[in-house]
């Protein structure tokens, strides 16, 4: 089935909302209004106020859906993360090989961006900005763990379970699927932001092949490191991976302090983490 014959309603967590935008003409004017309004002021401007005038409606209007801005706001990006979902599906779809399912599904996450003119009431191109500039606030937060816990970022840690499993196809021994998968999200957006606003972090320029410098940038990073194409022993990285060598990024190997012995600070098996509690139910 092409991508483009389908009916499209994405499953948002009902936590979100007080009605689904999704099933009537007012939420989706909503939602299209939203997205508009935030892509032309930004998150700290943006009022429900300004946005009822944007309908010619009224504010209560808008509060019968959203509780406030920031509910809205991780509506929006837990909506962009189920339409990337789709997107990977769609291109990974009867692909075999995995290092061809890891490569189609890059492409997959940087072309998400592109408008599809099938979902009225959302422009993806816009909304992509509003993910690049905004989004971070969506789980930046001090009410974090809360929402965590009702579940308010599933459709992000789904999104990343499902570029991990691919990663772990392509190499059932790299040790770092997980932090991988949602390095390889955050730099596409990272750079596309940094080569706007701030071109000295990266050498990702603002121009017409933006998407595309971003894309060869996420499979270099990928494959050179999932298919350890480095070019570095194959001996000193078995030892690196097992604990036996020399880890930079191991605290117990980086060198004492002039008159100071090396100190451990990785907590015992029997003490935990500080956080070993709080991490377990996530």
Known sequence: MLMSTFSL????????YLRDPQRSDTGRRILRH????LDEIGLERFTFKKLAEQLNSTEATVYRYFVNK???LLYLTNWYWEWMKVHIDYAIHNIEVPAEKLRRAIKAVVD?????????FIDEDIL???????GAKAYHSKE????????FFLSYKSLCRKLADIIVEVNPQFPYPRALATT???????NIYFAEHLPRLTEVTAADDTSEQVERLLQFFAM???ENKAGRDDTALTMLLNGTGKDPANRNEYPAEPGHAPQNTSPSPQQGGPNQDKKSNR
């Open 70 to 72: 920031h509910m809205l």
């Open 144 to 151: 974090v763990d809360e929402q965590n816990h009702d579940g």
């Open 184 to 190: 390889l999200l955050e730099m596409s957006n990272n």
């Open 224 to 226: 050179t490191l999932v």
């Open 9 to 16: 309603e994405l499953t948002i967590n009902e936590k979100l």
């Open 128 to 134: 992509h900005r509003i993910v690049i500039r905004e």
């Open 112 to 120: 998400t961006a592109k408008r599809n003119t099938d979902v009225e």
């Open 34 to 37: 939203s997205v508009l309004l």
